[in-house]
């Protein structure tokens, strides 16, 4: 099982990610 902070880092990791290739493409 995670500890909210970790799984809280992935999240924020994986939407900043998602941003950057929305930001990318031009969505």
């Keep these: 099982m995670f ?3 970790s799984l809280l ?3 924020s990791f994986v939407a900043s ?3 950057l ?3 990318y493409w031009g969505f």
């Design 3 to 5: 500890d909210s902070l």
């Design 9 to 11: 880092c992935s999240f």
């Design 17 to 19: 990610q998602f941003a």
């Design 21 to 23: 290739c929305v930001q």
